[in-house]
Nanobody
Framework: VQLQASGGGLVQPGGSLRLSCAAS????????MGWYRQAPGKERELVAT???????TYVNSEKGRFTISRDNLESTLYLQMNSLKPEDTAVYYC????????????????WGKGTQVTVSS
């Protein structure tokens, strides 16, 4: 399983970024996927998840600003982030679970290396 995130960078408050995650080594279309983030000095936290049928869940205040999506033909996961705030600064990780057709609490077994997002003026 390989998960390669990209699209991070430096953006001003109020700006937007679109993160991508290229997945390989497994059948992407049947796996639940998620984005986590880890801010400096804080624990990793779940940002959003998406099922194989593109049902989405969001955590905390990201709903309405962030949109998770997937392209099963391209085996790619996305995270569109709008109205970014300095507190969104973190390393963002693409994740997937260990099995297909999973339900219940999202529990990732595989993590990509992450992409840095910095929101600063």
């Amino acid at each position: 399983v390989q998960l390669q995130a990209s699209g991070g960078g430096l953006v001003q408050p109020g700006g937007s970024l679109r993160l991508s995650c290229a997945a390989s080594g497994f059948i992407f279309s049947i796996r639940r996927m998620g984005w986590y983030r880890q801010a400096p000095g804080k624990e990793r936290e779940l940002v959003a998840t998406i099922t194989r049928d593109s049902l989405t869940t969001y955590v905390n205040s990201e709903k309405g600003r962030f949109t998770i999506s997937r392209d099963n033909l391209e085996s790619t996961l996305y995270l569109q982030m709008n109205s970014l705030k300095p507190e969104d600064t973190a390393v963002y990780y693409c994740t997937t679970e260990g099995g297909a057709y999973s339900t219940g609490t999202y529990s990732p077994a595989y993590w990509g290396k992450g992409t840095q997002v910095t929101v600063s003026s």
